[in-house]
Structure formats: structure tokens, C-alpha cells
């Protein structure tokens, strides 16, 4: 190695060249057959670093993300991720640990967990919580096979879950591949659950509810007593998607006002990066009368020591193929930590406090479907620009223009040319105004010159694209030579 160093040192202004690993051909063709083996070198362009950094930091700056611009999503939250995380969960104590060493060589790591599900079980008021699911969307399904448990254990198997039309979209899917249907309950002129229409539909059949609080809407229910009240009557349990739960953080614990089932989203609501999709992590929590059907293994401490307690006859089983996404765990810790409870509150009550103000700055220039006060997001309606020929989609790619990313827009359902956004508790106020100012802009565009929105974007590196063509016939390339 060092004799090759130096001999690049030497002849690197002549045009050196590495050696080329000559293979036997008898050798090769015993691995390889014989028309993928490469007769020429491979052509590779002389590039020097500054270029090659360049190039990426090209490509990285063609697409939006956190470090880049706002991104006001609704309920999908990419928000800030303190960096400090990332180098508490990079750290290589906690990273190479491997889930099959003895508990004893791990004990660092079952105390992280133990703590974080006891903090979170504090967070939510709820009496226990399991690590395992490994997202939002698989947290659901663990819980719905929970109150399954718990319903069968009762010797009352329930075929039904109600499920407001204003939740999450993920819930009816969850519903569904956990064995029972979905049954809707409408809103009501407030945009939240029509006490009228769940009274009709609760019945004996009935499982759970599956509640979304604050919902998509981003109002917090207020009826929840009453709904409680009526699925007890019933016999039925309450569940609630925790997806929003950055706007209750130290102001509402859900089990304080009846809530049986809660999932968290980690990657969310404490701070972990999931554009993209993942990494994600969906603890649950339950009250008590489900805390015997949780997933196992269990963390429990004895004599000072964390052990992983399988004896629990009643429980659903595993869920995951060891103990969680460690990673996102640990960042959700960290995140806990530094904060602690009155940090935590002041996330929540700032996320209200952006929401707002940035609803306040809009509603004159969008219908505001429902006026509630906000809690972490909102709902506009571009229905009044719909109306003179520009759609909610068109404005969504205008936006792009500006620099900022488009909010979620055609969801929840129930708003025409709904356009939720979500400000977030880490934005500042200069940036909400300068959002906001772009928004109003848009808004006159439609009124004076929508050609110019309907034909957006006009900055971007790619413009319009058929968006159905695009799905069915993605138009990628690779270069080989």
C-alpha cells in the first residue's frame, strides 16, 4: 500500500493510472457467465472532489427539505430534529448493540427503554406501555388486536369499529386488516363527532371507537366526556390516534378522560426525521384493564436489574421481531429528557399559538370551513378560488416558487379543496409571516392573473408533471457503460 502511495505521489501529474485486478478467465467463468464479464475498462469521468461535492450538493438542493425550507404538512409533521439526538443515537455504545446479547451486556439499553415507556406512560396518563410497533400504522393495529384480546377475553367477540370522518386516513385500513369493519360517524356542523350519528351506530357489535384528538380538522373534541359515557354504556373502548398528540403535551392527558387505548408516534411527536417514510417507531399505551394482553417480552426491573419477563399468559404475543426501532427510541429519550415537563409543555402550547396566528393571517383571503379554535393545524378550503378556475393543487405548485413546500391538500375529506397546514412549535414568527405573505400573494394572483398559478411552478428544476403518467410510467434512467 504504501509502495502504491508513493508511486501515486510520484507519476499523479502523468496521468497514473490504478492497476487493473487481472482475474483468470477460467476463474471468473466459474462465478460469472461469460456476457456480464467486461471486456474494456470501465470509462469513469476524471472529476476532482470540489466537483464531485458540487454535483451532490446540486441534486440535494433541487429537492425540499426540513434543513432547506418550511414545510407546513399537516398531521405528517417534518418538523425540526434537534441535532443533538442524532449524536446521542449515533453514538457507538448504544448503536452496535445487538438485540441477541444477554440481557446482561444490554442493561444501558433495557433502562433507556424502561424509563421512555415510563415517561410516556406519565405523558399519556395511560398505565402501561409496549415499545414494540414499529410505527404509527402498526401501533393501530397492535392496539385494535388489544381490544380484540380484551373483548374475547370477556367471551364477547365485537365485529365492529366506528371511526369519524374526520380521522386519520390510516384508521379504516387498520380496521380492516384487524378483522373487523369500519363503520362511519359523520361530523357534525362544528367539525366534530355528530353525538346524534354515534348514538345510531353504537350498538353491541361495537369494539371500539376510534378517535383522531385533536382531529384533522385540528380541533380538539370537546364532547369527549359524552363519548366516553356512551361507549361505556355500551361496553365498548375508546381508542385514540396519538399522531396529533404534539398539541396535549403537559394540557390533556389522554387517559385522564377515558381514553383505553393510545398510540404514539415517536418519529413525530418527540423528534425523529421520517421523510421518506421512515424510520418511524408506535408505542402503545392502555389502561389497566388491558395491561395483560400487551405484547412480550415485557421490560421489568428486579433487584436493581432490567430483565425481559415473557410470563404473561393472556398476551398477544410479539409484534415485532425483537423490541422496536432502538434508534428513534433513543432520540424520543433524549428529546424527553432535555425538555422535561414544562419544555414539553411549552412544544404544545407554542404549536397552538403558530396555528393560530397563522389561521388568523389567511382566513380573510381562504374559507375557513370550520371556526374553532385551532390546536397544532388547520383547515383552509380553496373552494372560492376553485370557483374562478384555479384548483387547491394549482396554489399547492405555486407555492413551490416561493421556496416553501406545499401543505397536505384534498385531506381530510370532508373539506373541498382542503389545504391543511401545520406550522409546527419550531417555526419562528418571521417565517410564518413570510409564508403567510406568499399565501395572500397567491391568493391576488388568482383574482388578477391566473394563468400565471395555473401554469405553476416557473422556478423549479422540473416543471408540472402528469402526475398520473407519473405513477403508472416513472421516466428513470440509469447510465451504464
Known amino acids: 500500500m504504501f509502495e502504491l502511495l508513493f508511486e501515486l505521489s510520484k507519476e499523479g501529474r502523468k496521468g497514473y493510472t490504478l492497476p487493473q485486478l487481472q482475474v483468470p478467465k477460467k476463474e471468473t467463468s466459474k462465478l460469472i457467465p461469460d456476457k456480464f464479464i467486461r471486456n474494456r475498462p470501465v470509462r469513469l469521468p476524471q472529476l476532482s472532489e470540489n466537483e464531485v461535492i458540487r454535483h451532490f450538493i446540486a ?3 433541487m429537492n425540499h427539505h426540513v434543513d432547506k425550507g418550511f414545510y407546513p404538512l399537516g398531521s405528517c409533521t417534518m418538523k425540526y430534529n434537534p441535532k443533538v439526538n442524532e449524536n446521542v443515537a449515533n453514538n457507538s455504545c448504544l448503536k452496535n448493540l445487538h438485540p441477541l446479547q ?5 442493561q444501558g439499553a433495557l433502562a433507556l427503554m424502561y424509563e421512555l415507556a415510563e415517561f410516556l406512560s406519565e405523558i399519556s396518563g395511560l398505565q402501561a406501555v409496549t415499545l414494540q410497533p414499529a410505527a404509527g400504522a402498526h401501533g393501530e393495529l397492535v392496539g385494535l388486536m388489544l381490544i380484540r384480546a380484551y373483548h374475547e377475553n370477556l367471551g364477547n367477540p365485537r365485529k365492529n369499529i366506528l371511526i369519524p370522518d374526520s380521522a386519520h386516513g390510516t384508521n379504516p385500513a387498520s380496521v380492516t386488516i384487524s378483522g373487523y369493519e369500519a363503520v362511519k360517524i359523520k361530523s357534525n356542523e362544528f367539525g366534530l363527532v355528530d353525538l346524534d350519528d354515534l348514538k345510531k351506530n353504537i350498538s353491541e357489535d361495537t ?3 376510534m378517535l383522531t384528538n385533536p382531529n384533522t380538522l385540528g380541533l380538539f373534541e370537546i364532547q369527549i366526556k359524552q363519548i366516553n359515557e356512551l361507549l361505556n354504556q355500551a361496553g365498548a373502548l375508546m381508542y385514540m390516534d396519538g399522531a396529533n398528540l404534539n398539541a396535549l403535551l403537559g394540557i ?8 383505553d387505548v393510545l398510540h404514539f408516534n415517536l418519529h413525530k411527536t418527540f423528534s425523529t426525521p421520517h421523510g421518506g417514510g421512515g424510520p418511524g417507531s408506535g408505542p402503545v399505551g392502555v389502561s389497566e384493564k388491558l395491561t395483560a394482553f ?11 436489574h ?3 419477563d415473557y410470563n404473561y399468559p393472556k398476551s398477544i404475543g410479539r409484534v415485532h421481531s425483537f423490541y422496536g426501532n432502538f434508534g428513534v427510541m433513543i432520540r424520543a429519550y433524549t428529546y424527553i429528557r432535555m425538555l422535561g415537563s414544562m419544555g414539553l409543555k411549552r412544544v404544545s402550547e407554542n404549536a397552538i399559538i403558530n396555528a393560530n396566528y397563522l389561521m388568523k393571517l389567511l382566513e380573510g383571503h381562504f374559507q375557513l370551513p370550520y371556526r374553532g379554535p385551532a390546536m397544532h393545524e388547520f383547515v383552509l378550503s380553496g373552494s372560492k378560488q376553485k370557483d374562478k378556475g384555479v384548483t387547491t393543487a394549482d396554489m399547492a405548485k405555486r407555492l413551490l416558487d416561493f421556496g416553501f413546500h406545499a401543505p397536505t391538500i384534498y385531506f381530510p375529506l370532508i373539506v373541498r379543496e382542503a389545504m ?17 405573505e406568499c399565501m395572500i400573494q397567491i391568493a391576488n394572483e388568482v ?8 401554469n405553476a411552478p416557473h422556478t423549479t428544476p422540473v416543471s408540472r408533471l402528469d402526475e398520473a403518467k407519473a405513477v403508472k410510467q416513472p421516466d428513470i434512467r440509469f447510465y451504464f457503460d
Do not use: H, W, Y
Open 447 to 454: 383574482e388578477n392573473n391566473p394563468e400565471l398559478v395555473r
Open 306 to 308: 432490567c430483565q425481559l
Open 420 to 436: 391543511m397546514i401545520e406550522p409546527t412549535e419550531t417555526e419562528t414568527k418571521e417565517t410564518l409571516d413570510k409564508f403567510a
Open 252 to 259: 390533556v392527558r389522554p387517559g385522564d378522560v377515558g381514553v
Open 102 to 106: 444477554s440481557t446482561k451486556l444490554l
Open 207 to 209: 369494539a371500539a371507537l
Open 59 to 61: 441534486l440535494s438542493c
Open 294 to 304: 400487551l405484547p412480550i417480552p415485557r421490560i421489568v426491573k428486579a433487584d436493581g
